[in-house]
């Protein structure tokens, strides 16, 4: 097998990844769910982040169908219910409560949502999924391999420079871009919900 990385995959994985993730978006909801964390503490927030998302997709790139399928879970139910949880916390954003939770669960917000389902969605697992079965040769799951690591480097620069836009804004800006946030937030976690229920007509229909 060819070790010469394949850039024609690693290009086309890497661009999909980040459209998906769509690190500017998701620094208002990283501002809003770290508004009352220190400055250390965000940044280890951002890194905690970027490598659960990057352990969770690189898990369904080796063991999702496996997982899947043992489970008898359907890709349309897991967009659905990453979907349900991100709507629960952009109610949470658009009420003004996530302050009391960021001092309850500090960096752990990292984890949840931040790290999935936000950044480590369905859409960025199915992504990968689909690209790593696509593979033929070395160079090809190598490029898969990098563009993921690739695109949640840039994900982590930006959160990890969220803080500037932070200072820039003040507290006062922070709670509007909070409110955005959840909005913004939302509409995301209805759109995955719709497209879960979409795809389950499609599959009862064929």
Not at 103 to 129: E, H, K, S
Not at 160 to 175: M, T, W
Request: charged letters at 10%; glycine letters at 8%; hydrophobic letters at 60%.
């Amino acid at each position: 097998m060819s070790a010469v990385l394949d850039t024609t995959t690693f290009l086309s994985v890497f661009i999909t990844l980040l459209v998906i993730m769509d690190p500017p978006g998701a620094v208002p909801v990283f501002l809003a769910l770290t508004g009352t964390l220190t400055h250390k503490q965000r940044v280890v927030a951002a890194r905690r982040a970027a490598l659960v998302a990057l352990g969770v997709i690189t898990a369904f790139a080796l063991f999702g169908q496996s997982i899947l399928g043992y489970l008898h879970i359907s890709l349309p139910a897991l967009q659905g219910a990453g979907g349900l949880l991100l709507l629960i916390v952009a109610l949470d954003l658009l009420m003004g409560e996530e302050s009391e939770q960021q001092a309850d669960v500090g960096v752990n917000v990292a984890l949840v949502p931040l790290g999935t389902p936000l950044l480590a969605g369905p859409g960025a697992i199915v992504a990968v999924m689909l690209a790593a079965q696509a593979a033929d040769d070395g160079s090809e799951i190598l490029a898969v391999g990098l563009a993921l690591a690739s695109a949640l480097a840039v994900v982590f620069l930006a959160l990890r420079f969220a803080s500037v836009v932070h200072r820039v804004l003040k507290d006062s800006g922070v709670v509007l871009l909070t409110r955005i946030a959840g909005l913004l937030l939302s509409a995301i976690a209805v759109q995955m919900i719709a497209d879960s229920v979409t795809a389950f007509v499609r599959m009862a229909q064929g």
